[in-house]
């Protein structure tokens, strides 16, 4: 089984950037899809941005296309999330979630992710 950790959450302003690191740990991570998904109280778990294993696809949440850019570190075992021109609305706790049959593709919804980590917090200020 895989253990992810998620850092670099905390408070920013408004446009200002941050990025989000997912550290996997456990079974092997480069035949996995990754995802980062993020929540607020009382709402559901919203899909932000996935990556295919190996070079595949990536996929982004309507919201956050052209600011956000999700990459991965097979060596390193870390998926980043790289967040720029940060809007209030993107105010969360924010999960690193991994798909676990091998080779499956990266999809939004968060059902279809089993492994998940505990979360960071990342606030936008105005």
């Known amino acids: 089984q895989v253990q992810l950790r998620e850092s670099g959450g905390r408070s920013v302003q408004a446009g200002g950037s941050l990025t989000l690191v997912c550290s996997a740990s456990?079974?092997?991570?480069?035949?996995?899809?990754t995802a980062w998904f993020r929540q607020v109280p009382g709402k559901e778990r919203e899909f932000v941005a996935g990556?295919?294993?190996?070079?595949?696809?990536?996929l982004y949440a309507d919201s956050v296309k052209g600011r956000f850019t999700i990459s991965r570190d097979d060596d390193k075992n870390t998926v980043a999330l790289e967040m720029n021109n940060l809007e209030l609305e993107d105010t969360a706790i924010y999960y690193c979630?991994?798909?676990?049959?091998?080779?499956?593709?990266?999809?939004?919804?968060?059902?279809?992710?089993?492994?998940w980590g505990q979360g960071t917090q990342v606030t936008v200020s105005s």
């Open positions: 979630a991994q798909r676990r049959r091998r080779w499956a593709t990266v999809v939004m919804n968060p059902d279809d992710y089993e492994d």
């Open positions: 990556k295919r294993w190996g070079a595949g696809m990536t």
């Open positions: 456990g079974r092997t991570f480069s035949s996995a899809s």
